[in-house]
């Protein structure tokens, strides 16, 4: 089985500030890694995955990942945010079956953009 | 890109009566769709898997006989809550995976849909 823990419910940030939303994961086995953005009253969007390779992984809207095995991290980051981020970021996992399984989802993280 | 379409996006029904969700895998055939269910300010929690041409596999606590999950094409699956109760009120949400390439490992989630049961 697994689980995601994502530290922050709710992150406020400035906007063109710089912003990390956390993740963390436990599993026994290898996983596939996932973050989903979903506006209000919206399903979910894939922002980026991790699947294998390159442990830096870049997705859309300037967002980026790097997954950490040792810390069996999976952070998500953006150099600069801007109003229309405002959203709810959701870290996800699945077990090596990919798609083939559900994902486990974290309790989600609500970006805040301040003016 | 894989698109999947969930419809209605906007349900409101009485209560005692039963409600049918659609998810449909629009470029793509999905022999396996999701469906889960999110409450407000709360994360998404699987509630069964969709196999098309087999009987859906539940999670732990839902109860299939009020959610009827069927799956008779690789594009379609639904869902009706039977005989809705206002505890039924909540964001429904399918997710579907591309069989083949790239998207295999990949989900692909509907719009969603909101149900409230008066």
């Known amino acids: 089985a697994q689980s995601v823990t994502q530290l922050d419910s709710q992150v406020p940030v400035f906007e063109e500030a710089p912003v990390e939303l956390r993740c963390n994961y436990s599993s026994s086995v290898s996983v596939y890694l996932f973050w989903y953005v979903q506006y209000p009253n919206q399903g979910l969007q894939l922002l980026l995955k991790y699947l294998s390779g390159s442990t830096l992984v870049k997705g859309i809207n300037g967002f980026e990942a790097e997954f950490n095995k040792s810390q069996t991290s999976f952070h998500l980051r953006k150099p600069s945010v801007h109003i229309s981020d405002t959203a709810e970021y959701f870290c996800a996992v699945s077990g090596p079956g990919g798609g083939a399984d559900g994902l486990t989802f974290g309790k989600g993280t609500h970006l805040i953009i301040q003016p | 890109g894989a698109v999947v379409s969930q419809h209605p996006s906007r349900v409101i029904c009485k209560s005692g009566t039963s409600v049918k969700i659609e998810c449909r895998s629009l470029d793509f055939q999905a022999t396996t769709m999701f469906w889960y269910r999110q409450f407000p300010k709360q994360s998404l929690m699987l509630m069964a898997t969709s196999n098309e041409g087999s009987k859906a596999t539940y999670e732990q606590g839902v109860e299939k006989d009020k959610f009827l999950i069927n799956h008779a094409s690789l594009t379609l699956s639904t869902l009706t809550v039977t005989s809705a109760h206002p505890e039924d009120s909540s964001f429904y949400i399918c997710?579907?995976?591309?069989?083949?390439?790239?998207?295999?490992?990949?989900?692909?989630f509907g719009a969603g849909s909101r149900l409230t049961v008066l």
């Open positions: 997710s579907a995976r591309d069989q083949e390439g790239s998207g295999a490992n990949v989900l692909t």
